[in-house]
């Protein structure tokens, strides 16, 4: 299909696997998160994503996405970033992301973490 839709199976280099569902007209999506890693003390499960992409010429748009880990932590991650597409038609997607954990007070310096992760296709 076309190259950088989001919709299918993904997977970073932490081993986390995202399930993009179809990418509607308006660029939004949903889908589920299963992260490798976790802080989290209850059992990691399964999280809903929900994200909107840019449908660019280039077909190398920018995209982001939040997932809510409801199940197992009170905490919440925002991805955003974009899809490169190589010489040989290979996509990745480029991100950062922003890990908000529930913090007992406003200004809580510890409460938000960032990194970035790269994930590449799988299906
Ligand atoms: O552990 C969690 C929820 C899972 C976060 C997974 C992160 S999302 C960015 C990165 N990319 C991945 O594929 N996986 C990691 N939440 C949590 C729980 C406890 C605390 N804590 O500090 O206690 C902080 C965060």
Redesign the pocket.
């Given at each position: 299909g076309q190259k950088c839709i989001l919709t299918g199976l993904w997977r970073?280099e932490?081993g986390?696997k995202m399930q993009i569902q179809e990418v509607k007209g308006d660029g939004t999506f949903s889908g589920e998160?299963k992260?490798?890693?976790?802080?989290?003390r209850r059992p990691?499960q399964p999280a809903s994503l929900n994200g909107s992409q840019h449908f660019d010429e280039a077909g190398q748009p920018t995209f982001g996405f939040t997932?809510n880990?409801k199940s197992?932590?009170d905490?919440t991650?925002v991805f955003t970033g974009q899809c490169f597409v190589d010489e040989n038609g290979k996509e990745i997607l480029e991100t950062m992301?922003l890990?908000r954990?529930k913090a007992k007070a406003p200004n809580g310096w510890e409460a938000t973490?960032v990194?970035t992760?790269v994930f590449t296709r799988i299906k």
């Open positions: 970073n932490l986390s998160y992260t490798a890693v976790s802080l989290a990691i997932v880990w197992f932590s905490s991650t992301w890990l954990e973490r990194g992760n």
